[in-house]
């Protein structure tokens, strides 16, 4: 098992706009990008369903809107909106920082069922469709929290030369991570997908994912 404890390393300051411009452009394989799709396909049957039972669900034990979006850091340090079902307790005040620890205590009864599954991410196949993410790959941060990390984690503007996934190496093998360190190892894990990115690598994570589903291991 390699060892994503990363250790701190001081960094000069380090503009948004370099760290943007220091990508290079990003052309998905072709074999990705078929598999991509036509899972994603696939799973919009499922996705329907689900959420049509969300919607009666919903009003009983996860009051609000069957949605979250939020501002999201993709393929070359570029925002999108990435769609999930939600999973937190509305909060109008809720304004967690880079490093605070997870709000576990504003996950809903239905929420705990939907990350424990993974569910809550199924949405997201839109965003696959929509060219903006991948079914494998670095787990896309909060844009503003990823703004932070730019400048205070060495190597996480690396992370942004693939297209973000709905799953990826980092959460299988390191899971869900808060405060600086957390970062290092998700990063760790996330450098070495990509050096090592090859279709049969994301055909293994997605069955990792799978298992980690089943056994129930999610947050």
Not at 28 to 36: C, E, I, R, T, Y
Request: aromatic share 10%.
């Amino acid at each position: 098992m390699l060892d994503f404890h990363s250790d701190a390393i001081e960094l000069d300051d380090l503009s948004f706009q370099s760290a943007k411009t220091g990508l290079g452009r990003y052309r998905m394989p072709v074999a990705k990008l078929l598999f991509d799709r036509f899972l994603a396909l696939l799973l919009l049957v499922p996705l329907a369903f689900i959420a049509l039972a969300l919607v009666v669900l919903n009003p009983f034990l996860n009051a609000g809107p069957l949605l979250f979006v939020q501002d999201r850091m993709g393929l070359g340090c570029r925002s999108f909106t990435a769609i999930k079902f939600r999973t937190m307790t509305q909060h109008k005040d809720a304004a967690r920082g880079a490093f605070d620890a997870l709000e576990i205590d504003r996950i809903t009864t239905l929420g705990h069922i939907m990350r424990k599954t993974r569910i809550d991410e199924l949405p997201q196949i839109i965003n696959v469709l929509r060219g903006e993410m991948s079914l494998i790959g670095p787990r896309p941060d909060s844009y503003d929290h990823a703004r932070v990390y730019l400048r205070a984690v060495p190597g996480y503007a690396e992370r942004h030369q693939v297209m973000p996934g709905i799953s990826g190496f980092a959460q299988t093998e390191v899971g869900y991570v808060d405060g600086l360190e957390g970062v290092h190892r998700k990063v760790a894990a996330d450098r070495h997908y990509i050096a090592n990115a090859t279709f049969r690598f994301d055909l293994w994570i997605a069955w990792r994912t799978l298992v980690v589903v089943l056994t129930r291991q999610g947050a």
